[in-house]
């Protein structure tokens, strides 16, 4: 098992990071707390690139650049439009509790999860959908009954869609159709203790997931198989393999919590960590 001691730390004293990605040569990310969608370029200069009032979540891009953006408590997905955010899809009439993590395929289509239950005031988990937004904007449930499906990745031939449900424990996989429906639901890993938040995938076809409960990043195959594991010190968040080749694992650790203990704390942090094996399909 390796720690994160090799990690060289690439931005902290962030109150909520999430959803990171490489994307035109770039770092982006979501700070939930502060409101705020980041991005990190190869000057190392942290800037803000937009600011959601309903919390950013889930990052993503249009086949013509335009920036997808997850609003979380308002249940929207917005689009940067000439540097304003405009109303993409209103997904509150599907979802009763926020949107988290999506990933957008090349044809601009987005999936989208979102909680399915009051998990700050400590609800019992219920099972809820996967949401699909067209490109022109029309929003309907492209998968149920998963318990809160929150980091997607798409394999680069655009066929398969992996999600993972954070509390299933579980990597669950689909056939994406022409039309961007999903079929052939099969479990693709059984996690054991670890709950998939954020995950990427590797041209070996590995995914990466960080599992918050345990403080580690896990490189797994389908079926389950560990390949790897990383330790951190903090809660883990998210991943994401950028950066030359994409042979750099962006790594995400912060501490679950509401947002005045985040503000307060400060303890998001992005750390950098080279791989053998590069990033593959999308995010």
Partial sequence: MKNDSGMVTVVDRLAFPEAPRWHDDALWFSDFYTHKVHRIGSDGILRTVA????????????????????????????????????????????????????????????????FGFDMFNRAAPQPTALFLVTPDGKARIAADGLLFPNGCVITPDGGTLIVAETFGKRL????????????????????????????????????????PPTAEFLRVFEGGRIAARVAVTQQAIACTL????????????????KAPRALAERNGRIAAIQVEVPGAGLP
Avoid: K
């Avoid at 990052?59 to 540097?83: N, Q």
């Avoid at 056939?175 to 954020?198: E, F, K, T, V």
């Avoid at 950028?242 to 919590?257: D, I, K, M, Q």
């Fill in 51 to 114: 600011e959601v009032p309903g919390q950013p979540s889930g990052l993503g891009w249009l086949p013509d650049g335009r920036l997808l953006v997850v609003s979380m408590e308002d249940r929207r997905l917005l689009r940067l439009d000439g540097g304003q955010l405009a109303t993409a899809a209103d997904l509150s009439p599907l979802a009763a509790f926020p949107c988290n993590d999506m990933v957008v395929d090349a044809q601009g289509r987005a999936y989208i999860g979102n």
């Fill in 172 to 211: 669950t996989a689909f056939d994406i159709a022409d039309d961007g429906s999903l079929h052939r639901r099969r479990l693709w890993a059984d996690l054991g203790n670890a709950c998939p938040d954020g995950i990427c995938l590797d041209a070996e076809g590995a995914v990466w997931i960080a599992s």
């Fill in 242 to 257: 950028g950066g030359p080749g994409r042979h750099t694992l962006y790594v995400v650790t912060g501490r679950v919590s």
